[in-house]
Antibody, heavy 118, light 107 residues
Framework: EVQLVESGGGLVQPGGSLRLSCATS????????MDWVRQPPGKGLEWVAR??????????AYAASVEGRFTISRDESKNSLYLQMNNLKTEDTAVYYC?????????WGQGTMVTVSP | DIQMTQSPSSLSASVGDRVTITCRAS??????LGWFQQKPGKAPKSLIY???NLQSGVPSKFSGGGSGTYFTLTISSLQTEDFATYYC?????????FGQGTKLEIK
């Protein structure tokens, strides 16, 4: 069974940093594109970042709202995806989901809550 | 950025009804569109990818159509478990963009 389990969320002050993790199992991690998607409380979904697969050189892409502050990365030995978030802003407050897939965006993890507040 | 406009933003329907949600892209996205269902407090679930391909395990009462700039999600014979919020997503170009969502409620 394919599983994605996020962790690392919490409360942080503006300007602070946080690293989210997504532990994966049930599939060959290096074969798949991976994304981070977020959802502010009571609002819609926003795509955040993508890491291509090994065959495509792990090339990354970011939403403009996080470019230069967030970094998506992988550890193939741990089958894990990460999102390093620096210089956090109040508008980064959201549930962060990791998602598998080149075009299928399937499945999604359960999400981890990040709250940025003074 | 490509703008995705979903309509309606909310919809009331009865059990057994057939409903259609639409998504318009601000430019050509070919077939690079997905549909997702989200229930309160839960992660989104993929229903359709590449505009019309049903995700494995998703009931055939869900169907997607369209290409270019106009797309539809149709749900036939609504059941209580189908009342949720639905989102479209374009993945033709970065940044990927979601529609604003359609909340499907019981009439």
């Amino acid at each position: 069974e394919v599983q994605l389990v996020e962790s690392g969320g919490g409360l942080v002050q503006p300007g602070g940093s946080l690293r989210l993790s997504c532990a994966t199992s049930g599939f060959i991690f290096s074969d798949h594109y991976m994304d981070w998607v977020r959802q502010p409380p009571g609002k819609g979904l926003e795509w955040v970042a993508r890491s291509r697969n090994r065959r495509n050189g792990y090339i990354t892409a970011y939403a403009a709202s996080v470019e230069g502050r967030f970094t998506i990365s992988r550890d193939e030995s741990k089958n894990s995806l990460y999102l390093q978030m620096n210089n956090l802003k109040t508008e980064d407050t959201a549930v962060y989901y990791c998602v598998r897939g080149y075009n299928s965006f399937n499945p999604w993890g359960q999400g981890t809550m990040v709250t940025v507040s003074p | 950025d490509i703008q995705m406009t979903q309509s309606p933003s909310s919809l009331s329907a009865s059990v057994g009804d057939r409903v259609t949600i639409t998504c318009r892209a601000s430019q050509n996205i070919n077939i690079y569109l997905g549909w997702f269902q989200q229930k309160p407090g839960k992660a989104p679930k993929s229903l359709i990818y590449d505009a019309s391909n049903l995700q494995s395990g998703v009931p055939s009462k869900f169907s997607g159509g369209g290409s270019g700039t106009y797309f539809t999600l149709t749900i036939s014979s609504l059941q209580t478990e189908d009342f949720a919020t639905y989102y479209c997503l374009q993945y033709q170009d970065y940044p990927f963009t979601f529609g604003q969502g359609t909340k499907l409620e019981i009439k």
